[in-house]
């Protein structure tokens, strides 16, 4: 223990020499250099160096002469321009305050779509401007040395040849420059503009983002007065409700139109998942529908297993425009609520029949409160007559939801289970309902109109959001469940022993990830997401820094959720080639372990790199680690490098898997898994022993099922002497034939060993195919040859023993003398007792 706590602190103030080491050389390498003067090329050199730089001259001509990036980079400037000024004139003549949330949560999404789209168009600039640049650098400095090596020449004399090559590259380099800087000249021109545009641009999203927060903050205030005092009056000079509504649409229009053409990844990840997603279902149906028997079609009619396969374009439809809400949050607001709208019909066609049951009318009532809802926002109306209709709305919604609670009370009860769950959960969440309908309408009177708005929309829109997600999970569940009786899928060893388990992680998955997609939907709703979002962000940018190392909150958080998802990844990788592979016929032996060992270690690797990627940790720092972990190593940690490189040698030798019965060290047992480090072996005892990978390598390996599983049991037999060896022999092997558990091949062997002290020596060598089972097999044949031998009367030899029983007294009468027990051929003299004359045996 010593020994190794030494090493341990060799290695962390090793570690923490070559750390600071690497660190001072890094700032030392990072900090700036005094210039250098420039050098003339050499006389031997010119020639060489002029070949060289002439190459380089040619290609900036080559590259002046290439198609110019900057017309198409022109174009798409003005592409991002154009809404961006349209928005910009659109809001002019406008207070943002006064615009619908909604509207204002639009103009957001699409002055973040312009931030992108200016980003990847500076992204591409650079690209397309950098070599023009490059060369513009290489040519000044080239110049520079040709320069000072045309003043050299000057003072010390050139050969004219050399002069006029001089001279010649001197205005070739010239010429070049000056084409070069007339098209940096325009190329800094054209990015000047778009400096300006990413000011205008983010001028606009902070006006928009400051109207949301304004809005936000003054929830709890009143912004209109009271109903009983009158309406709102609209503001004569303001644009008409039809005119704002126009241009609104425009700008949505040309939103939409541009975000469809930005071609992103995760439109590409959404037109991929659609398109895999509707032959998926339709393979799903057509196999299903041959596997199900006749008499089962009728009963399984009404299952949720079975509806999305008996509607399999609603679930294709449904699945579809949820994709397009997970995959394009960002998507313009124009089509998020069409898409909602469209998943209206399927969502209802997905429901189960014992959903339906237990919810009665419930679905029904969302969509239409729904769908009034989008009707007030998109009729043009002046404030006022909008804020009686949500007025109505509220009543409306108020009114069916005291209906729908009474109603449900008077219901026939529904047997227990998910549909009194479901049934007694909507119950409760109508009763919260009923409370912020209630709170909306009081806010709305009084004169808090965005709050009523706010709470209003809010419930209709997340139960609205809920029944979706209800009929989407559904949907999915079923596919699940006829994936996994699909007959490819049945015989699988994963699915054998594993298959409600992966069932029952999938759905708490599924139920998971449509709990978390509608809860941060309803926050958005309810107008408390954007401030949880920026109190949260000022926590987790809590931290500390210290010069270019700096710790946060939020870069611990996302590596610990990071590494936790890389470990069960991992896990679940490993697992699942553990059940597959191992039955694999091609595989060699032992090589499914080491494949999924090896890839456990390397997804975790990887994973824990993409963690500290995640963390803000760059990667290519890691070889200040690993120069520290480099002295390290070679200070104190040699045997735990051993273990390391001798657990990748089992992995690939794989002269163990686990499984295997092996003696090792003094220890005989079961191995149950192999590690990097050690391998884990349970003993016949039952302890777990741990032992290094690297004592299995250096020392004796006794592997007793490497190949097979077959061991020969050895047992010793000895008889009288005077027995008949041949009937021996013929006894012990019929006894060992007639063992259940012993080999037919190879046979048993009867052999005469020797002479013993007490008999003649037997072995009765048997073989068995199962290892497990040899000790039990041992005992059987032992008790057999005894009932063998018996039977037949030859008996087995025993030691015996002659006790003498000797008096103390020297014997002078015959009743003092001695008696002499003679059981065996070995004697003991015993004394009497002088107290008896004649003492018994003792």
């Not at 004399?157 to 090559?165: C, D, H, S």
């Not at 409306?396 to 009370?409: C, F, K, P, Q, Y």
């Not at 045997?639 to 163990?656: A, D, K, T, Y």
């Not at 007294?809 to 004359?837: K, L, Y």
Request: charged content about 15%.
């Amino acid at each position: 223990m010593q020994r190794y706590a030494l090493s341990l602190y060799a290695f962390a103030l090793a570690a923490f020499m070559a750390l600071a080491c690497t660190l001072a050389q890094a700032q030392q390498a990072g900090a700036p250099a005094p210039p250098a003067a420039v050098q003339p090329i050499a006389l031997q050199d010119i020639l060489a160096r002029a070949d060289d730089d002439q190459q380089r001259v040619e290609q900036a001509k080559r590259l002046l002469a290439a198609p110019d990036p900057l017309l198409h980079l022109q174009k798409q400037l003005g592409e991002i321009a154009a809404p961006v000024d349209a928005k910009l004139h659109n809001a002019a003549g406008v207070a943002l305050r006064e615009l619908p949330v909604m509207r204002l949560e639009s103009l957001a999404r699409h002055w973040q779509f312009d931030i992108r789209r200016h980003e990847r168009w500076e992204a591409e600039a650079r690209r397309a401007f950098a070599p023009y640049g490059d060369s513009a650098l290489y040519l000044a400095q080239r110049r520079a040395a040709w320069s000072a090596t045309r003043a050299q020449g000057l003072l010390e004399g050139l050969p004219a040849v050399l002069a006029e090559r001089v001279e010649g590259m001197l205005s070739g380099i010239d010429a070049a420059e000056a084409a070069l800087g007339a098209a940096l000249s325009r190329q800094f021109a054209l990015l000047q503009q778009a400096s300006e545009l990413k000011a205008r641009i983010d001028a606009g999203g902070n006006d928009v983002a400051a109207a949301i927060a304004e809005i936000d903050r003054g929830l709890l205030r009143k912004d209109a007065p009271a109903l009983w005092q009158g309406l709102e009056r609209a503001d004569a000079a303001a644009p008409s409700p039809q005119l704002q509504m126009d241009r609104g649409l425009e700008i949505e229009r040309q939103f939409a139109i541009d975000y469809n053409a930005a071609d992103t990844g995760n439109q590409r990840a959404l037109q991929a998942v659609q398109l895999l997603l509707l032959p998926v279902i339709v393979w799903l149906v057509v196999r299903s529908r041959h596997a199900l028997p006749a008499a089962d079609a009728a009963r399984s009619a009404a299952s949720a297993a079975t509806l999305a396969l008996r509607r399999p374009l609603s679930a294709w439809l449904l699945l579809s425009l949820l994709a397009v809400l997970a995959f394009e949050a960002d998507a313009p607001l124009l089509v998020q609520e069409f898409v909602l709208l469209l998943a209206l019909v399927p969502a209802l066609r997905l429901l189960p029949a014992g959903a339906l049951r237990a919810l009665g009318a419930w679905p029904y009532v969302a969509v239409v409160l729904y769908v009034l809802d989008r009707v007030g926002v998109a009729v043009p109306v002046d404030k006022g007559w909008y804020r009686l209709y949500l007025l109505g709305l509220n009543a409306l919604a108020l009114g069916l939801t005291v209906w729908l609670l009474r109603r449900s009370a008077r219901q026939s009860p529904v047997p227990a289970g998910a549909g009194l769950r479901l049934r007694e959960t909507v119950r409760t969440v109508a009763w919260a309902v009923l409370g912020l309908l209630a709170v909306a309408a009081i806010a709305n009177v009084v004169g808090n109109v965005s709050l009523a708005e706010t709470l209003t929309s809010g419930v209709i829109d997340s139960g609205y959001m809920a029944l979706l997600l209800y009929a989407g999970v559904n949907a999915c569940l079923g596919l699940l469940r006829a994936l996994f009786g699909q007959p490819e899928l049945v015989h699988r060893r994963l699915v054998r022993e594993h298959g409600a388990l992966v069932q029952t992680a999938c759905t708490r998955l599924l139920l998971l990830a449509a709990g978390i997609g509608w809860l941060i939907y309803s926050m958005d709703r309810f107008r408390v997401l954007r401030p949880l979002h920026d109190a949260s962000t000022n926590v987790l940018a809590l931290g500390i820094s210290a010069g270019e190392v700096s710790i946060h909150l939020g870069d611990v958080l996302t590596f610990a959720f990071s590494a936790w998802l890389a470990l069960w990844a991992a896990r679940a990788v490993r697992r699942l080639l553990r059940d597959e592979l191992p039955g694999r016929a091609g595989l060699p032996r032992g090589a499914g372990n080491s494949i999924a060992s090896l890839s456990y270690y390397g997804v975790l690797l990887v994973g824990l790199l993409i963690a500290l990627s995640a963390a803000g940790f760059k990667v290519s720092q890691l070889t200040l680690v690993f120069g520290a972990l480099g002295v390290g190593i070679g200070f104190g940690l040699q045997n735990v490098v051993n273990n390391f490189v001798s657990g990748l040698v089992l992995m690939f030798e794989r002269p163990i898997q686990p499984g295997d019965v092996v003696d090792v060290a003094g220890i005989s047992g079961t191995v149950r898994g192999i590690g990097l480090r050690a391998t884990v072996i349970r003993t016949f005892e039952g302890a777990d022993v741990v032992v290094p990978n690297g004592q299995l390598l250096n020392g004796n390996l006794s592997n007793w099922t490497m190949y097979d599983r077959n061991r020969r049991v050895e047992v010793p037999v000895s008889v009288a002497y005077g027995s008949d060896v041949g009937r021996v022999v013929a006894l012990l092997q019929a006894a060992a034939a007639q063992t259940p558990g012993v080999a037919e091949t190879p046979a048993p062997v009867v052999a005469m060993t020797g002479y013993g002290d007490s008999g003649l020596n037997f072995s009765v060598r048997v073989w068995t195919h199962d290892q497990d089972g040899w000790v039990v097999l041992r005992s059987d044949l032992l008790a057999r040859m005894l009932m063998a031998l018996d039977a037949a009367g030859i008996t087995i030899p025993y030691n015996r023993l002659d006790v003498t029983l000797r008096s103390a007294m020297p014997p002078v009468e015959a009743e003092t003398g001695e008696r002499t027990i003679r059981p065996g051929t070995a004697s003991v003299s015993v004394p009497a007792s002088p107290a008896s004359g004649n003492s018994g045996p003792r």
